[in-house]
């Protein structure tokens, strides 16, 4: 895989706040024209979307603990009641937390499987974010193998180690 092992090749210089997340905004990063953007783990906050929405982009949302049905957010804003994980099922059960009090199913797809059901497969991602609550470490590695990286400008992502996830036997040694 060798990514996690790579020097960093770019350190921003100009960034800003687009809700709660920083986005690099230097002229080799910046979101283009008519940008895409994909943002996993919205928990009833729309503030990056949204800012990113004012930039000229169209964003996908995604969240399906929030139990909320499939629809157009705002102008550009497309939400969809599902998840992103590193494999597809229809009947994923996510460990209790702060966001999930009681037991659930939600449909996931892998991200390969998410720009395929959209259209998407051949076009650049400017921006993904997500926030996925421990199950980040599994998604970035499923998107190393299915050679996502490249279609890719910039990922955000909040890295959770809780006691029971992410599986030390496959991320740690």
């Not at 080799?28 to 800012?51: H, M, Q």
């Not at 966001?99 to 659930?104: A, F, L």
């Not at 650049?124 to 199950?135: A, M, P, R, T």
């Amino acid at each position: 895989m060798g990514y996690f092992d790579q020097p960093l090749e770019h350190k921003c210089i100009y960034s800003r706040w687009m809700g709660n997340w920083k986005v690099c905004f230097d002229e080799t990063s910046a979101p283009r024209k008519s940008c895409l953007v994909y943002s996993f783990g919205i928990a009833n906050d729309f503030s990056f979307d949204e800012a990113m929405e004012a930039e000229g982009c169209m964003v996908y949302s995604f969240d399906p603990s929030m139990g909320v049905e499939d629809h157009k957010h705002s102008v550009n804003v497309y939400f969809k009641n599902l998840g992103l994980g590193s494999h597809d099922m229809d009947n994923f059960s996510p460990r209790s937390d702060e966001y999930v009090s009681y037991s659930q199913k939600w449909k996931i797809r892998t991200l390969k499987s998410i720009l395929i059901m959209l259209g998407h497969e051949k076009r650049f991602i400017d921006v993904l974010k997500f926030d996925v609550e421990g199950y980040e470490w599994e998604i970035m590695l499923n998107l190393m193998k299915d050679g996502l990286l490249p279609q890719i400008g910039q990922i955000l992502t909040e890295w959770h180690i809780f006691p029971d996830l992410p599986p030390r036997e496959m991320f740690f040694l």
